[in-house]
């Protein structure tokens, strides 16, 4: 069975976060924080740490945000008077988590910067490798930092160039040519609503569009929660640009050819929406596929095929169309308890495993049993799931997963440890086996994983090391992870 000892988190603090953004342009001149407030309800799947929402009135005085940011679920945040009291047609909004000690009101996003030539407001999905570099240089030139993420580098550089530049998505374009990793950005200006993605196209960002108003979000599903019907992805490397009149500006000056692209394959096995697209690929459809895949490369004499909530649902039906084993239900979730995954300190993980799930005994009772799910990290909740499944009386417990083994910490903003705290590091899939304590056990195949998002250029780096760019140097990231 599983040695606890082995999943002992060492202590990080860092710069690294995967979160949501979500901003609006209302060209009637509507005010747009309940919108905004609706659409962080749909994203609060990326993050359930803190969040927050920023507005400016573009016919009030120039240069003027409200802002209100602080811990918890959107819902715990924001109440109606919050929402009452903010005035503006454009505004831009953030759900986030944390992956390290740095969970605290300071953190929360958007941040909102006043300088010289106005103000602006930044909500950032993802992760800079050269944050380090960057934020020593600032410092050393005079900047104060007021918090410990990587975005208020972004935001520190984005008003440095809006000196020198005629608007302010220049300004952006040129902060953007000077950050290196994963970024999808959402910027409010008085008067403009800017979104940006990085050149590998790590995070996911779109376009959408209801009655009078333009959204830009990091998911399809938030299009959808607030009417507005989608319009286009932001391409890899792409700034675009709501204007005063209506318009979208583009500029794909930082665009790479597509095949250096390098989206994060774990947005479509785990962190985004089932209902959501992701650069035109059906997350959904990606998950069933990732089972059928599964069912074709490790195949196994089982009775029901069961899905670990949410995400390994759709990759459960997909195995179960493939195999022909019946597919069925499970575990029943306590929809109030956050993701193991992405909770900050491990003995949070450890706890909440059998509060978040609970088995249906008649449902496995004698059955040898299929259970999908879509990673092994550390390998704490597989193993008490296994444990779980044995003890309502299943026969037997095959485990599948969705993804290859983790091998590789990540630097790109999504929450895999150090080398040494995953589970399949040094170990075969066999010990792997034996420390969940499952009868059998299969990882989806590295090589299926493009055929997963419909062939589109992904990074592997945290399941094979072949990162779409060098990591930090092992000095800064002793400082990057620490």
């Not at 009135?57 to 009291?85: A, I, R, Y």
């Not at 059998?354 to 092994?376: T, W």
Request: charged fraction near 25%; hydrophobic fraction near 35%; glycine fraction near 10%.
């Amino acid at each position: 069975m599983y040695d606890e000892t082995i999943d002992t988190r060492l202590e990080e603090t860092g710069l690294k976060e995967e979160c949501g953004v979500f901003g609006i342009y209302d060209f009637d001149g509507n005010d747009v924080a309940s919108t905004v407030y609706y659409g962080l309800f749909a994203l609060q799947h990326r993050g359930q740490e803190s969040c927050g929402i920023a507005v400016s009135e573009t016919n009030g005085p120039k240069g003027k945000v409200t802002s209100h940011k602080g811990m918890g679920l959107v819902n715990e945040v924001f109440e109606p008077e919050h929402l009452e009291q903010m005035k503006g047609d454009i505004g831009v909004g953030h759900v986030r988590y944390s992956t390290a000690g740095a969970s605290t009101r300071e953190n929360a996003q958007p941040l909102v910067l006043n300088y010289v030539k106005g103000t602006l407001a930044l909500a950032h999905n993802g992760n800079l490798i050269n944050a380090v570099k960057l934020r020593h240089d600032l410092e050393y030139t005079g900047a104060i930092f007021q918090t410990t993420i990587d975005s208020e580098v972004i935001a520190y550089h984005i008003a440095r160039e809006r000196l020198n530049t005629k608007t302010v998505e220049d300004a952006v374009n040129r902060a953007c040519q000077k950050i290196e990793g994963a970024y999808s950005l959402v910027v409010m200006s008085p008067r403009k609503l800017i979104g940006a993605r990085d050149p590998f196209g790590f995070k996911p960002l779109c376009i959408g569009k209801r009655e009078n108003s333009y959204i830009i979000t990091s998911e399809t599903c938030a299009l959808d929660t607030i009417g507005a019907e989608f319009v286009r992805d932001v391409l890899p490397g792409e700034t675009v640009t709501i204007t005063p009149d209506g318009g979208i500006v583009s500029d794909l000056s930082r665009a790479l050819p597509n095949e250096q692209e390098a989206r994060c394959i774990f947005e479509y096995i785990y962190f985004a929406r089932p209902d959501s697209h992701i650069d035109g690929v059906s997350v959904y459809a990606s998950r069933i596929q990732a089972g059928r895949f599964l069912a074709m490369d490790s195949s196994v004499e089982a009775d029901l095929v069961v899905g670990v909530p949410e995400s390994g649902n759709a990759a459960a039906l997909g195995y179960s169309l493939q195999s022909g084993i019946p597919y069925g239900t499970a575990f029943v979730k306590n929809g109030y308890v956050g993701r193991t995954f992405i909770k900050p300190k491990q003995s949070s993980r450890e706890s909440s495993v059998k509060v978040k799930l609970n088995v249906l005994k008649e449902a496995v009772d004698g059955k040898r049993v299929i259970m999908i799910d879509d990673s092994i990290v550390r390998g704490t909740t597989s193993d008490r799931i296994v444990r779980m499944l044995r003890e309502a009386g299943a026969s037997q417990v095959h485990v599948r997963i969705s993804s290859p083994p983790f091998l590789w910490p990540c630097y790109f903003g999504t929450d895999v440890p150090a080398r040494e705290q995953l589970i399949a590091y040094n170990r075969s899939v066999e010990e792997i086996r034996e420390l969940i304590g499952a009868d059998s056990l299969g990882y989806l195949d590295i090589g299926r994983l493009r055929g997963m998002a419909n062939g589109l250029p992904i990074c592997t780096g945290c399941f094979n090391g072949n990162y779409p760019i060098a990591p930090p140097t092992e000095d800064i990231r002793g400082q990057y992870e620490k």
